[in-house]
């Protein structure tokens, strides 16, 4: 192979010189295996050698082996689309290596260009007439043209430019295959559009309105229901695993990457061996959504450059419109936003042309642009133009009152639960025992009760109130806690399989368990979380219907339901009488199948007596299997809100409920809190609007578990713009019960993350953008500057200060060790059994600077350690070693009195 040359190629292309070599080095390694790689293209086709070396995700997926004969360090498929690739390039540059004319000196030639050359161009291809100006350059049928304002007449727009070199001052007009080796599109439509000129596209779609954005949102919609239950199978099955081109979405979405091929076969009603995925050719896939001002990305969601081969690809000005009415503007209407900015480096990174700033910026100023956006106002920044150049768009708004009255006849009343909500994502962080554990107690009681009430909560002498509350919360299901550990799993957290008996008797021919899905306590919470939400919303609604009634007298003896019907756990059910007034209790339950709606049932009936051990209402009980039913999924035919149970199991003949005894059936019963009062800690206070339905998930060591393992997916569905009942509400479809699942706004999650054990940028991709951070640093003044004759708050700031000098502020120690000390004796316990061996670890055992973090030294005062000084032994000389060695050993009694109160 060329190997030099084919280095100085690569460069040329543009690739930096690591990627250039990276490349060589591939190449060699197949030539090792297949031989000289010259000879190789010259006695077999690209494509035959190519596909040695194809490995699909569906292959690695099947684990098959590596179908080429060169080995693979590392992941096979990454290996082998590394080799692919030098492939490709070494066959372009064998191809193109003869007449390779100098670029750097075309592109001088380009940039000399005025009006008047390419005026006089325009006028030699009057006289020629279009098709001998063509020929006579070799150019092939133009895709893109040329045209001047006031002159109807258009130009093919590369001939044009490459012709007009001619008329430079000793200038040649060059041919189709000289100007640039070939390509030159960039940068003749680039000068072009300096100059004044407008460039006009025969795109692939034309006027088509199957590619607009609606249609192709919408045929995305229709794979992603594909993705998660197999709809529209017909469409979409006969498609395989896309390799390299992809299109990245307008809008929110949990994966915005959607093969090219899928999308363009669903719209056109195309099967898949009727297409290509490419953009070599017009009508390509890829090509048909690229001229649709579609971005095209690899499977990394990285935008892909326009191969300058490939002229029929929309570039230069008309296609930064395109991507910022696309990707920009249109969303930004979506989300009623008045205003949008979009900044010119953002642009170039979605177009993948990193030098195109003069015209991207001179795009979104023009007044093209103002036409196709119809934005009221712009605003730039200077310098102007730069990659910095940030463009403000003022969006015309249109009739927001006629608008907000569509909306709000629109809204379903699922959607009504939500209005009220403000989602909080917390991540407390900072060094060890700084409160942050302590502090999501009260942030916990904040969100489920109101500003007003935790206000009265805070402080220290208000502690046992607040964790009064904070108990009371969690043994009604609205606080959950959960610790993260480096085992966690998805399966614990989300959802998993877990064994269950077959039957109550297991048959002969039974296994004996089988393996059922089962909610982990984030599905628990937030399903629990939305019930609560529906239950505020319908409480509001029934009482703005009998607002201003008069009261009716309820009957003492209620009808029975009607008699409900259930295929396989119901046969037994008969509708029965019973009293609907009174309170009940558990009575005889009778053993029944774990995952049934009477399991269910019964489990809910436990809770309730366990809750109210003066008796609950049937009323209660049917409101509690509604709740538990939405929760957990499990519901009888017809669902749980009209279902006999109440009356059937509270039925003598049934005795699962049974009359509470005389002195509790009198008590008052509590019903769940809505927003109104509430009894708490021996007071009346007001709940605040929005917060009775709120729920709150703690996280405490948040960083310690792998976060991409144990959310998987729902990650996403963390983001408050995400959550049920939002705009870009996103719902998955959960992997082991395939139900569907959503993340309800009420539901607030609060982590702690501990800074001396884990580095933040690990965790900054996954949470920063769904999370507030809020720092917990150590506190020394709420410490006591005398105990026992020390000074806390001095002794805790010294030795701060001594860490973050030798380390850093991220490993101090937090004030927490030290709020419990009553006593010298109790601080010295605190120094001696937490506090120094912290340190040696946050040294690595390097105890000359525990040392002198506390203020020690060999030579000087011993406070808490000591030194003793090791001598060599036998036959070992003093200076092999670099220093004195020194033995530390902690101390019998500390000396305190460099911190004396």
Not at 572 to 577: E, G, L, S, V
């Amino acid at each position: 192979m060329k190997q030099d040359e084919f280095r100085k190629w690569l460069v040329a292309q543009g690739q930096t010189d690591a990627t250039a070599s990276s490349r060589v080095s591939s190449a060699k390694r197949v030539e090792q295996y297949l031989g000289d790689l010259d000879e190789l293209f010259a006695q077999e086709d690209r494509d035959s050698i190519l596909n040695r070396f194809a490995y699909t995700a569906e292959d690695e997926r099947a684990d098959r082996p590596n179908p080429s004969p060169v080995p693979i360090d590392g992941v096979l498929r990454t290996g082998l689309a590394s080799l692919q690739q030098a492939l490709k390039l070494y066959h372009s540059f064998l191809t193109e290596q003869s007449n390779v004319p100098d670029k750097a000196e075309h592109k001088a030639l380009v940039d000399c260009l005025t009006r008047k050359e390419i005026d006089a161009a325009m006028r030699e291809c009057d006289s020629l007439g279009l098709k001998a100006f063509l020929a006579r350059g070799g150019f092939a049928s133009p895709q893109v043209w040329v045209s001047d304002e006031g002159n109807e007449q258009s130009y093919p727009a590369k001939a044009t430019v490459a012709a007009a070199v001619g008329h430079l001052p000793d200038g040649r007009a060059l041919a189709a295959k000289e100007f640039f080796n070939g390509f030159g599109e960039a940068q003749s439509f680039a000068k072009l559009e300096a100059l004044g000129y407008e460039i006009l596209r025969k795109g692939a779609n034309g006027g088509d309105e199957a590619f607009s954005r609606d249609r192709i949102e919408g045929a995305m919609d229709a794979y992603d229901q594909f993705r998660t239950s197999g709809a529209h199978a017909d469409a979409f099955s006969s498609f395989g695993t896309p390799s390299e081109y992809w299109v990245r979405s307008t809008r929110p979405r949990q994966d915005r990457r959607f093969p090219t091929k899928p999308i363009v076969g669903y719209l056109l009603s195309k099967a898949s061996n009727a297409l290509t995925g490419g953009w070599s050719q017009p009508h390509d896939a890829a090509a048909r959504l690229h001229a649709a001002g579609y971005i095209i990305v690899d499977q990394d969601d990285v935008p892909l450059p326009l191969p300058e081969q490939y002229t029929h690809l929309m570039r230069g000005a008309d296609r930064v419109r395109l991507v910022a009415l696309n990707y920009y503007i249109a969303p930004a209407r979506e989300a009623d936003m008045s205003s949008v900015a979009i900044r010119a480096r953002d642009v170039a990174r979605d177009i993948s042309e990193q030098d195109a700033f003069p015209t991207i910026c001179s795009a979104l100023g023009g007044k093209k642009f103002k036409d196709m956006a119809g934005y009221s106002t712009l605003q730039s920044t200077t310098p102007n133009p730069s990659s910095t150049t940030t463009f403000t768009f003022t969006l015309d708004t249109g009739d927001k009152e006629g608008n907000a009255m569509a909306d709000s006849e629109a809204r379903s009343q699922d959607q009504f639960a939500w209005t009220a909500v403000k989602t909080t994502n917390l991540i407390l962080y900072g060094p060890p025992g700084t409160g942050k554990t302590y502090q999501t107690a009260w942030e916990a009681v904040r969100l489920c009760l109101g500003e007003d009430v935790a206000a009265g909560l805070s402080g220290e002498k208000n502690r046992d109130r607040l964790m009064a509350e904070y108990r009371r919360l969690m043994s009604e299901g609205r606080i959950e806690f959960v610790t993260f550990h480096q085992s966690m799993s998805y399966e614990e957290f989300v959802e998993g399989l877990r064994p269950a008996v077959d039957g109550e008797v297991p048959s002969e021919n039974s296994a004996g368990f089988r393996l059922e899905p089962v909610a982990g306590i984030f599905q628990r919470v937030a399903r629990r979380a939305e019930a609560s939400a529906r239950d505020v919303a319908s409480h509001r609604q029934d009482a703005d219907a009998t607002a201003g009634m008069p009261d009716a007298q309820e009957p003492d003896v209620a009808p029975s339901a009607p008699p409900a019907t259930e295929a396989t756990d119901n046969n037994d059910f008969q509708p029965q009488r019973a009293l609907e007034k009174g309170l009940f209790t558990v009575g005889q339950l009778p053993p029944v199948r774990d995952g049934t709606f009477r399991k269910l049932a019964q489990d809910v009936a436990q809770q309730l007596a366990e809750e109210h051990p003066q008796g609950f209402s049937l009323q209660q009980y049917r409101e509690a299997l509604v709740r538990a039913g939405r929760e957990t999924g499990i519901e009888p035919t017809g669902g749980w809100e009209k279902h006999n149970m109440p009356t059937w199991a509270s039925h003598p003949d049934q005795a699962w409920l049974v009359p509470a005894d005389a002195t509790s059936a009198t008590a008052a019963v509590r019903n769940p809190p809505m927003d109104g009062d509430l009894q708490t800690s021996g007071a009346t206070v007001r709940v605040e609007q929005g917060t009775a339905s709120a729920h709150v998930l703690i996280i405490d060591e948040i960083n310690r578990a792998n976060i991409s393992k144990v959310f998987g997916e729902l990650i996403t569905l963390l983001e408050p713009d995400k959550r049920l009942g939002r705009r870009d509400e996103i719902q998955l479809t959960l992997p082991y019960s395939k139900k569907p699942f959503g993340v309800p706004p009420n539901l607030h999650i609060i982590g702690t993350m501990n800074t001396a054990d884990r580095s933040i940028a690990l965790l900054d991709t996954a949470l920063r953008r769904r999370f507030t951070f809020k720092e917990l640093m150590p506190n020394p003044s709420v410490l006591s500057p005398n105990v026992g004759g020390i000074n806390l708050q001095k002794l805790l700031a010294t030795i701060n200060d001594r860490i973050e000098y030798l380390f850093d502020r991220e490993h101090q120690i937090g004030h927490a060790y030290f709020t419990g000390c009553k006593s010298a004796e109790e601080v010295e316990v605190v120094m001696r059994h937490k506090v120094i061996p912290l340190l040696s670890e946050y040294f690595y055992e390097d105890w000359s600077k525990v040392a002198a973090v506390l203020g020690d030294g060999p030579q000087g005062p011993s406070r808490f350690l000591e030194a003793r000084r090791l001598t060599a032994p036998p036959g070992i000389a003093d200076d092999d070693f670099s220093g004195e060695r020194l033995r530390w050993r902690v101390k019998e009694a500390f000396d305190f009195s460099e911190f004396k109160a």
